[in-house]
């Protein structure tokens, strides 16, 4: 029999299949840094069981921690800490960095020290550790904290993907998640890039698969359909290499009349796209509680009158919104001089605020109280 070790980089569900499938090889996965004296887990790779890194081995611990230093139950994801005696002492000369990764072990009462190695895995029922990717590639989506690795995982159990990818694109407010996959379907090959129709069915399979895993704030807003994902020389991801994602495409139901041509516009310019179809949501695209509101205000500007957010929430396309645009909205109001009135009459708010008062003029429910505690001689007449 022939032990294949494999080891440096985690092993994808195609090599774990292949190597499973194979008579008379014995397949070993090998995970450890430097820092525990390299190999700390392992696993068999056999037919019946997912990509895993494993258990510990002899003599060494495996936690899998929050942000806390407390157990992660099975299923969640947490970071990985490897403890025990082949744990190295901290790095030379480097006192800080040494704090910052060798710490106390709080499950060992001999004042040992474990390893924080930054990787994030997922234990399983069985205790197998499943890997995730790297805790420094967190970034924040919406405000949100947000594991690339986390989504590219459920990504990639999407049916029909063979290889997945979740990378950020934007900064800021446009912050938002792009998964790039590699599916089962043989025109990949030569027209993924260039097949609208099979990018949209690949993009709506992704999103609702994700959908029913994931919250709202982790859903790819958009999927991109590749022949290959792009590797660097040392078979890493290439991501400098990966195509950015379009907004629009003629195979898109184009704009019916002059409304519905400037709504589109709007929309692109508030997602960042190029193009926009009517049926195109605005939510897939990539828009979020911000750029709703962002949008909304070129709409009112736009038009001279606009929907409610919640009007733009239930209805998040061209052609849903159209239908709930105010009467009259068409072409914006300008500002014109007029004479200034001895009575300047009260807006909509202020008529609300005169009448409640004038209905229950006892009333505290528009007071606010506040405590103070003053000092010195006070001035009751001012005070009043």
């Known amino acids: 029999p022939t032990v294949v070790a494999l080891g440096g980089e985690a092993v994808d569900a195609d090599l774990w299949n292949t190597l499973a499938a194979l008579e008379h090889v014995t397949a070993l996965t090998l995970y450890g840094p430097t820092e525990t004296t390299v190999d700390s887990l392992t ?6 069981r997912h990509p895993h890194i494993g258990v510990a081995v002899a003599n060494s611990r495996a936690y899998v921690l929050d942000a806390g230093l407390r157990p992660v139950p099975p299923g ?3 970071e990985l800490y490897v403890s025990g005696a082949s744990v190295a002492r901290g790095y030379l000369g480097r006192p800080g960095l040494t704090a910052e990764r060798f710490v106390a072990d709080p499950f060992a009462a001999d004042g040992s020290r474990m390893y924080r190695t930054g990787d994030l895995v997922s234990p399983g029922a069985d205790h197998a550790l499943r890997f995730l990717g790297r805790a420094d590639d967190q970034v924040k989506v919406r405000g949100v904290r947000v594991e690339p690795a986390e989504v590219e995982a459920v990504v990639r159990e999407c049916p029909g993907v063979r290889r997945a990818a979740v990378i950020v694109v934007g900064d800021g407010a446009d912050t938002r998640l792009v998964a790039y996959v590699v599916t089962d379907d043989p ?14 069915t690949a993009t709506d399979a992704v999103r609702a698969y994700a959908s029913e895993r994931l919250p709202a704030f982790m859903v790819p807003s958009a999927t991109v359909r590749v022949p290959e994902l792009p590797l660097t020389p040392s078979g890493k991801l290439d991501r400098a290499a990966l195509p950015l994602p379009s907004g629009g495409s003629d195979s898109r139901r184009a704009p019916r009349d002059e409304r519905e041509r400037r709504l589109c516009a709007l929309f692109a310019e508030a997602v960042g796209v190029e193009g926009v179809g009517v049926d195109d949501d605005f939510f897939a695209l990539g828009g979020h509680s911000l750029l709703a509101t962002r949008l909304i205000g070129r709409i009112r500007a736009e038009f001279g009158a606009a929907p409610a957010i919640r009007e733009l929430f239930e209805n998040p396309t061209v052609a849903g919104l159209v239908g709930v645009l105010p009467d009259g909205a068409g072409t914006a109001l300008r500002l014109e001089a007029r004479e200034r009135p001895e009575v300047l009459p009260l807006s909509h708010a202020q008529r609300g605020l005169w009448f409640l008062n004038r209905y229950a003029p006892d009333s505290g429910a528009y007071n606010i109280p506040a405590a103070l505690r003053l000092r010195g001689e006070l001035d009751t007449e001012a005070l009043r």
């Open 43 to 48: 696993a068999p790779v056999t037919p019946d």
């Open 76 to 78: 969640a994801t947490g």
């Open 187 to 200: 025109s990949d090959a030569a027209t993924a890039t260039d097949t609208d129709a099979a990018t949209a």
